[in-house]
């Protein structure tokens, strides 16, 4: 006879097998660390219901959610909030049905507007989808380097050998993080966009160790971009990434990109996860430049007290006006305010 399926809550006993699960899970990210309940809690401050399926006292599925409850964009359950990823990690039937079904009456419970589940390949359950919108980019990295960089587009490659030729320079390592800090804000503020609280990278190096790498490109005068990188299992995915406006006419981009893909591939990662991109966007253009292919993401939700599926994203008409100011903003009054609004978007 089968065992039954139970819902229970991550703790510290069972954050061991939690992340043992992960590790082996071909359905599990990064953002189905354990670690990330403790990164959005201490940075964030939001509370996280970190839940998993067990059958015969062994974990068989993972749903970390986050609750964001914000005056500006709404009421919501969210796994994983902050993240690109998430949702539910599973292969077991049963156990996707009553994480989903646990995540609803959750919500319910909260009193949320609707509940999240930020998938890559829609679950069979009764929800709805929304995969119009973002798109994520991966492809192989062969264990010859030479391999990857002949399988890139001829023009790409053209704009590489430019950047290198320019005598960009990369300085890696966890002594980055105040610089990666600062070309951050600025990228973001420039794109219209809340920087995170300060010390939300910090906590995510302190958190996850040598699974992150900081990077920082220099150019002629100084930094130029700068990315954090995670590392899961055999893959590399520059996460967080920012440049100042010299960054494009120097290629540092591009230099940084390859830089990663060369020092992944030395490290035995095997697949490149350049992230997700809003469709009729610049970067989604950027990464298709790569010679990536775009993959729907297929974002599913229950409805609780909503009556229309979100719409949070800065393409929204409704935001627009927020975005342009933003953009127009003193750095010094963005770094002070994004924080704050930072914090309600999820």
């Known amino acids: 006879m089968t065992a039954m399926v139970e819902i229970k ?44 399926a067990s059958r015969g006292g062994r974990i068989v599925g993972v ?36 994480l989903a079904k646990d995540a609803a009456d959750l919500g319910t419970k909260l009193g949320v507007d609707h509940v999240e589940l930020r998938h890559v390949d829609p679950l ?28 890139l587009p001829a023009q790409k490659r053209q704009e590489l050998r430019r950047g290198i030729r320019s005598g960009l320079r990369q300085r890696v390592g966890p002594d980055q993080l105040e610089t990666f800090n600062w070309i951050y804000a600025n990228s973001v503020r420039n794109l219209g966009t809340p920087v995170p609280p300060r010390g939300f990278f910090k906590a995510i190096t302190e958190e996850f160790g040598d699974a ?29 990434a ?14 940084m990109y390859w830089s ?6 030395e490290r035995g990662a095997r697949l490149f996860d350049f992230g997700r991109s809003k469709r009729g966007t610049g970067a989604f ?13 297929h974002y599913q939700f229950h409805l609780v007290r909503g009556r229309e599926l979100p719409n949070v994203n800065p393409l929204n ?18 770094n002070l305010m994004g924080p704050v609004l930072a914090r309600q978007i999820g």
């Open 9 to 52: 809550t991550l703790d510290g006993a069972s954050e061991p097998a939690w992340e043992a699960f992960v590790a082996g899970s071909p359905e599990a990210t990064f953002h189905h660390r354990a670690g990330w309940a403790r990164v959005i809690a201490r940075s964030y401050r939001h509370p996280t219901y970190f839940r998993y």
């Open 63 to 98: 749903l970390p959610l986050v609750h964001v409850k914000s005056p500006l964009f709404g009421n919501a359950l969210i796994s994983t909030a902050f993240a690109t990823f998430g949702g539910i990690a599973s292969s077991d039937p049963a156990a996707i049905q009553a």
């Open 124 to 151: 069979p359950i009764d929800w709805a989808v929304k995969s119009e919108l973002y798109a994520v980019f991966r492809r192989p990295l062969d264990e010859d380097v030479g391999v990857t960089w002949g399988g």
């Open 212 to 240: 992150v790498e900081l990077a920082v490109v220099h150019g002629a005068a100084g930094p130029v971009s700068a990315v954090m990188a995670f590392y899961f299992r055999d893959t590399v995915c520059p996460y967080y």
């Open 242 to 255: 920012g440049g100042l406006p010299a960054a494009r006419t120097e290629h540092a981009y591009d230099f």
């Open 260 to 265: 990663l893909m060369d020092r992944a591939t």
């Open 285 to 297: 253009d950027y990464k298709l430049g790569w010679g990536f292919t775009p993959r729907s993401m």
């Open 317 to 334: 008409p409704k935001y627009r006006v927020m975005v342009e100011t933003w953009k127009r903003l003193p750095l010094p009054v963005a």
